[in-house]
């Protein structure tokens, strides 16, 4: 069975938020939630990289670790999904995630939180499939219509990718590959330069501030 | 090898003392892009990242707490407070089964000991208490020991009431905790006596009843474990209640820390309190439902105010019979 994984390519994501935008549309999300976001490190600076995060479907996923209703499941194809008609909403795994990915719709006369929401890799949840119900809760079931997720799929340069863990890794080593044969192309300078997170004046200070 | 040491200090050496070029940066080292990027992610949680969705701490790209809490709530908290609930339920199983309860013969006089306006107010913080305390735990432990029982539907039912019910109360309990206080706190300032009844265990090492004024040591601790447990449960409640108060995720995280820790004492130390207010002392759960209790209960357990009632009462009838 395959086991489904996100991968999102730092080297290609444009920060243009269309798989937030086609998440929220396919999935008709709640007020004031987003499944999917996507984080922008050292904006404006050299060195500038975005990433689209949701739910990553963990393997030994620490929400359903502390969640005080154990209302989570894995599916087989290795989807992390959970009840809403079980969660109390209590936040606890939006604490243990280490992507943030739970989020919580304003609920009631205090805005406390609504029952927890969260990507669900568009496999639907534990209603009958393709029922007005699980649509209702949990979005669109693309994965029982053999379509994969719809942020990935709209992705424009192909940076957020999703489906089989061995496929997925496939063709991230190959663009690994190919990109490293590239830089070599254009000399080891280039490549030190281009793909480092600091740059190389701000290294150089601090060797020499070291000694 | 008639000098195998000297290899083994060689060697001791070389891990210790590497060798100087190894540690610096070497000029001509790439680096790994990937790597260095999450390096960077994973060590710029304070500096800011930016991010277009608005929710709490959606700049966050990895929750370098989330480890953390799953660790504490699963190994720690879940754990060790069940051993110290279990643990002082057993103690004081044990203590009864070996000691019994106090009891003394009555004297069929009665005095008062609480007002109305006093028992109130201890029924109602008892009642909130013992409200939160099983929704609490409910929360806490139910998925351990209610869920494998009951099945998920029963246990959802039960699980939202309980949150529901705590979160209504938990402000409730606030307004008990403070007129309480007010109400008891002058007569649980702690006094020399209170420090040799402690010493004394309250009688419990035999010798006979240490004296005792109005409440004694034991009962003064648990009016201030009370306070201060109250106040952390209280304050921390108040954030959990509320989470727009404070921003991101870590505060919240350490709020339920502090509540859950401080709920667990709070509840380990209402059980001995429970305990010795019914069976372990008899005759003190009548001072709490009617107000009187008999005057040989009162002289055996808080002598020093016995002797005070009977001062003022004197005090009263002389200064009845100069009147007259
Ligand atoms: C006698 C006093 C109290 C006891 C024994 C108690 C006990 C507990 C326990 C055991 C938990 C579960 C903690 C966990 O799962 O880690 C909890 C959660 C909580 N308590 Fe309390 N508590 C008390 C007072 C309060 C007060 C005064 C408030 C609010 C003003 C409050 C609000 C909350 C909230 C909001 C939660 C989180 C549950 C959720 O959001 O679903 N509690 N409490
Ligand atoms: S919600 Fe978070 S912890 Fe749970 S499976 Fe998704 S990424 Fe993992
Ligand atoms: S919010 Fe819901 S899913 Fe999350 S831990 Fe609480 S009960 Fe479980």
Redo the contacts with the bound molecule.
Sequence with gaps: MARMKFYCDAERCIECNGCVTACKNENEVPWGVNRRRVVTIKDGERGERSLSV?????SD????AVCPVDC?YTTKEGV?LHDKDICIGCGY?FY???????QFPEDGAFASRGKMD??TFCAGGPEETGSADEFRKYGRNRLAEGKLPLCAEMCATKALLAGDANVIADIYRQRVVNRAASSLAHGVELQRQKFRATPERERTRTRGSEG | MRHWWVWVWLCLGATLFPPVHAAGPSTDKVLNPGAELWNEVRGRQAAPATTQVQGRDSQVLVNEW?EHFRDYRRQRFVRYSGYLLAGVVSLLLLYHLLHGGLEVTESGRKVLRFELTERIVHWLLAGVFLLLTVTGVVLAFGRFVVLPWSGPEVFAVIASASKEGHNLFGPLFIVALLWFFVLFVGRNLPRLVDIYWLIRAGGMLGGGHPAAGFFNGGEKIWFWILTIGGLAVSTSGVVLDFPALVEGRNPLVLALVVHGIAAVVLIAASFGHMYLGTLGVKGSLEGMKSGLVDEAWAHAHHVLWYEELNRKAQAESSAREQGQ
């Design positions: 949701a739910c990553m479907h963990c996923a620490p929400c359903a989570f992390v795994c243990a995630c280490p992507f943030g990915a739970p969260k990507c | 989330g």
